[in-house]
Every structure is written in structure tokens, then in C-alpha cells.
């Protein structure tokens, strides 16, 4: 039987609570109503007093869920959009990512930001902010593009005793099915080779994985085989596996769907320019969503966000420098 995205990460919630009675959930309307896209449905009866409604303050919500992990619990704290982190940004990075520099003592908790745009949802619901946190020495930023990762990667976040941002990508929730849970998975921090290629590496993380891959296939038609990787965490990165692509194929694209101002993107390129320079036959080229506020409109959303054709564009102009 299919399972979705969302499904994966729902089982996951419900492996680590039944596995250990330090974890709970946390957030506004995680308990009776099941979270705001569904995702602790039905958890609040299987594990009475342990998923819990929080009050309409991410600030409070973050700040008692830092409390309760310095006393040994591990906390999964869900915000209904990653854009409403924001509001928490200061018990983030500033508490939470700097607790166990400053004290030696752990501070194991799980933010869950669903993320990512989809149509009509506008500036206020629709941003992917892994590049603001990965900034933060201290915070762990996983993004998990496929249903097998949604599910091992969240159930190694709640084992992880440093603070994890944990970036779930709304359009995968109900688009994205896969046969069955994983059995085991790659080590946290390491990327994975989604398509093997020999003219051009895409670097690439969350829903972009799978318009890449798609562009991926396209361009075979055209007489073009490019490698796709899929960088699963982008705090750590694994620049490694990235140097190894560029080796083989001498150029690169970065594909994110997040503002590209300082993004993940210009991490990546920084990375392979200042420590695989001689590997690459063209200058690499990143490719984002427009620098201006994600519009409402659905035309105007779809213009904004990178998609199959726009990075097809891209890859085209990269292979033919």
C-alpha cells in the first residue's frame, strides 16, 4: 500500500513516541484537530498527555519545549508554516543552537516547519527559510525531498541531542507516495546521487529534487546525461559528494526553491569554487525563485518559483558555456 510524504512523517512521530517516553508533541491544535495539515492525527489518542495544544505564541512554544529538553525530554514542536517560526527566531538561534556551547548541556528539540509554496498561499505561508537557519552554528537543517527520508531522517532528528530544523515541504505532503517505509537510510549529513550523469551536476534539496530530476529526464532526449544530487541536509552539507559530481561532469547548477540572496546555493557554489576550482570547465550557475515577496496569485506564484521548464532553461545555458 502507497504511503505519502505526510503519512511518512506522521509514522515517524508515532515509531519515537512509542519507542520513548521522553518525546512529545507540541503546537497549536496538534491535539484534537490533528495539526494543520493533519500531520498528529489521531496521535493525541494513542499517546494520552503526550501531544499537546500550545497557545498561538511560537515564542512561549519554543522557549518551554528548550525548557523541558535541558530537564531530558525531547520535544518535537510543530509550527503550523516555517514563515511563523520567524516569530521564534530569538529562542532558536539565540537559546536553543548556542545552550550546549554555553552550558555543556544538550538541548535536543525538533522544529517542524512546513515549508515551500504552493498556489494562492502568498508571501506569509509559502517561505523556505533552511538558508536563515542553517547560518546558526549549532542548529542541525534537514530537508528531506523523498517519502524514505521524511521518514528515517525525522526519526535520527528526535535521537540527535542538538537542535534540529526540520524543513518538510508542503507540496510533497499528498503529491508524493512511495511503497513503503524504509528499512535503513543514509547517515545524516551525507548526500545522495538521485541520477547518475556525466555532462552537468544539479545540486538540489527538497520539492526542487524532483523538478530536477524531471529536467534530468527531458534532456536526454536532447543527447544530455546530468547527474542530480540531492543534498538531504543542508546544515551539515556534504561538500564532498558535491566535488566528487563536479569531478565527474565539470559543471554545475544549484537549484533552490528559497530567495537567493546568501541562500544554500551560494553556499554550494562558494564551496566548489574555493575548493574544486580546477574541476569545472564552466562557471557554476545557481538557480532560485525571483528576490521579491512569493505573489498570491497562482500565475504570478508559478512565475516566481523555479519549475521543470525554467530550470531546463538553465541547465541548456550552463551546457552550452
Known amino acids: 500500500m502507497a504511503i505519502t510524504y505526510l503519512e511518512a512523517i506522521r509514522e515517524a512521530q508515532a515509531k519515537v513516541l512509542a519507542e520513548d517516553d521522553s518525546v512529545y508533541i507540541y503546537g497549536q491544535d496538534v491535539a484534537g484537530f490533528g495539526g494543520a495539515f493533519k500531520a498528529t492525527k489521531n496521535l493525541s489518542e494513542q499517546f494520552p498527555g503526550r501531544v499537546l495544544d500550545s497557545p498561538i505564541s511560537e515564542d512561549a512554544m519554543i522557549g518551554s519545549a528548550i525548557g523541558a529538553a535541558i530537564e531530558g525530554m525531547r520535544p518535537i514542536v510543530e509550527m503550523q508554516f516555517a ?10 538561534v539565540n537559546q536553543a543552537a548556542t545552550h550546549y556551547y554555553r552550558t555543556g548541556i544538550p538541548c535536543p528539540i525538533v522544529v517542524r516547519l512546513p515549508s515551500g509554496g504552493t498556489e494562492g498561499s502568498g508571501p506569509f505561508h509559502s517561505q523556505n527559510l533552511e538558508s536563515i537557519y542553517a547560518h546558526y552554528p549549532g542548529l542541525v537543517v534537514m530537508t528531506p525531498a523523498t517519502v524514505e527520508d521524511a521518514y528515517s531522517m525525522f526519526i535520527e532528528a528526535v535521537k540527535i541531542d542538538d537542535p534540529v530544523i526540520f524543513c518538510e515541504h508542503k507540496f510533497l505532503y499528498y503529491h508524493l507516495k512511495a511503497e513503503g517505509l524504509p528499512g535503513e537510510s543514509l547517515p545524516i549529513g551525507k548526500a545522495m546521487i538521485a541520477r547518475p550523469g ?9 520539492a526542487m529534487l524532483h523538478e530536477c530530476l524531471r529536467v534530468a529526464n527531458e534532456l536526454t532526449k536532447e543527447g544530455w546525461d546530468l547527474e542530480v544530487v540531492d543534498l538531504r541536509t543542508v546544515k551539515p552539507i556534504d561538500t564532498d559528494t558535491i566535488l566528487a559530481s563536479v569531478a565527474r561532469t565539470g559543471r554545475m547548477l544549484c537549484v533552490g526553491e528559497g530567495f537567493p540572496w546568501g541562500g544554500v ?29 512569493i505573489p498570491y496569485h497562482p500565475n504570478l506564484w508559478k512565475a516566481h518559483r523555479p519549475t521543470a521548464q525554467s530550470i531546463a532553461d538553465a541547465a541548456r545555458a550552463l551546457l552550452h558555456l
Open 83 to 92: 514563515d511563523f517560526s520567524s516569530i521564534a527566531f530569538n529562542q532558536i
Open 198 to 206: 556525466r555532462h552537468a551536476t544539479i545540486v538540489t534539496y527538497s
Open 265 to 293: 546555493a551560494a553556499e554550494v557554489i562558494s564551496r566548489v569554487v574555493s575548493e574544486g576550482f580546477h574541476l569545472l570547465d564552466a562557471p557554476p550557475q545557481r538557480h532560485n525563485c525571483r528576490d521579491t515577496p
